[in-house]
T-cell receptor
Framework: EAQVTQNPRYLITVTGKKLTVTCSQN?????MSWYRQDPGLGLRQIYY???????DKGDVPEGYKVSRKEKRNFPLILESPSPNQTSLYFC????????????FGPGTRLTVL | GIQVEQSPPDLILQEGANSTLRCNFS?????LQWFHQNPWGQLINLFY???GTKQNGRLSATTVATERYSLLYISSSQTTDSGVYFC???????????FGKGTLLTVNP
C-alpha cells in the first residue's frame, strides 16, 4: 500500500530534550515536506526537500532541523524543544511532476512541557 | 503568495442533508486538493482536482480554474462526515501546499 508513515504518533516530552520524528514514504517520491498545524494559524510549512541531500527552509524553520540521506526518509529533528513547538506535525510527499497530488502522513501530536 | 479562502467557516447539518463548501483562491494553481480532518487529527485526502469534476460516492468536487474557485458537495450527510474540511492549493514552481482555514462541519443525528 502506498503510504507516508510517521513515528511516533503521539509524544509528550520536556523542554530541552532532543527528539526526532521520523517520516518514511514508499512511493519513490522526490519531494518531501514537513508542516505544523496550530489552532488559528492553520498548516504552515517547516522544511522541504526536493531530493536526497537537498533541503530548504519553509515558512517556520526556526528550532527545527531536517536531513535527507535516503530518498524514502525525511526525519524532523528538534534539538532543544520548547513549549511553543507543541503542535500537530504532518509529513508529506509527492513526485516532482507538477500535476500530481501530495500525500500526507497520519500526523504526530507533540506536547512539550 | 497564493491566498485561499474557504466558506462557510462553520456548518451544522441534520443527518441526511446536503451541503456545499466553497474554496476561492487568488492565483492560477497546479494542484488543488480537498482534505477531511477527522477527530483524531488525520488528514484524509478526498480529491485531487486542479480542474474539472470528480465524484466519489456521496462526495463530489468541481474546480473552475479560470474563475479560481472549487466546490465540495456532500450529499446525504452522515455523522461520520463531521470534522474540518480543508482546501489546499499549489501554484508556480513551489511545491508547498497553501491551506485555507477550513470549514468545520457538524452533522447531528
Amino acid at each position: 500500500e502506498a503510504q507516508v508513515t510517521q513515528n511516533p504518533r503521539y509524544l509528550i516530552t520536556v523542554t530541552g530534550k532532543k527528539l526526532t520524528v521520523t517520516c518514511s514514504q514508499n512511493m519513490n517520491h522526490e519531494y518531501m515536506s514537513w508542516y505544523r498545524q496550530d489552532p488559528g494559524l492553520g498548516l504552515r510549512q517547516i522544511y522541504y526537500s526536493m531530493n536526497v541531500e537537498v533541503t530548504d527552509k519553509g515558512d517556520v524553520p526556526e528550532g527545527y532541523k531536517v536531513s535527507r540521506k535516503e530518498k524514502r526518509n525525511f526525519p524532523l529533528i528538534l534539538e532543544s524543544p520548547s513549549p511553543n513547538q507543541t503542535s500537530l506535525y504532518f509529513c508529506a510527499s509527492q513526485t516532482l511532476d507538477s500535476y500530481n497530488e501530495q500525500f500526507f502522513g497520519p500526523g504526530t501530536r507533540l506536547t512539550v512541557l | 503568495g497564493i491566498q485561499v479562502e474557504q466558506s462557510p467557516p462553520d456548518l451544522i447539518l441534520q443527518e441526511g442533508a446536503n451541503s456545499t463548501l466553497r474554496c476561492n483562491f487568488s492565483d492560477s494553481v497546479n494542484n488543488l486538493q480537498w482534505f477531511h480532518q477527522n477527530p483524531w487529527g488525520q488528514l484524509i485526502n478526498l480529491f485531487y482536482i486542479p480542474s474539472g469534476t470528480k465524484q466519489n460516492g456521496r462526495l463530489s468536487a468541481t474546480t473552475v480554474a479560470t474563475e479560481r474557485y472549487s466546490l465540495l458537495y456532500i450529499s446525504s450527510s452522515q455523522t461520520t462526515d463531521s470534522g474540518v474540511y480543508f482546501c489546499a492549493v499549489r501554484g508556480g514552481s513551489n511545491y508547498k501546499l497553501t491551506f485555507g482555514k477550513g470549514t468545520l462541519l457538524t452533522v447531528n443525528p
